[in-house]
């Protein structure tokens, strides 16, 4: 009866050996393919351009004055202003 025993192992040890070789084939294969092109910028808007601007200058003074934690406290845009989250979010590489 080992017989049957040692061709079930087989069995297995083949399947693994084929499922490891395409595992690495497709692996190569994505390494290999181009990175998808880069959408184009949105356009931002010259309120929150004016306000990265700023954002900008104070993480500068923050630099200057030796205060470079990575922290900047913001307060919230006043009313009827434009939303800037989307823009700072991505001017600052929060999709990361």
Known sequence: MP???RMRRRTW????????A???AATAALNASP??????EKPVSAECAEYL????TQLA?????????????LSRTRV?????SD???DHFGGDR
């Open 53 to 56: 601007a700023d954002i900008e």
């Open 87 to 89: 823009e700072i979010r």
């Open 61 to 73: 003074e923050a630099r200057q004055n030796g205060n470079d934690d990575g922290v900047l406290a």
């Open 80 to 84: 009827g202003a434009d939303d800037c």
């Open 3 to 5: 017989k049957p025993l």
């Open 13 to 20: 040890v083949a399947v693994w050996v084929v499922l490891c």
């Open 22 to 24: 395409a595992g690495i």
């Open 35 to 40: 990175a998808p092109d880069a959408q184009p």
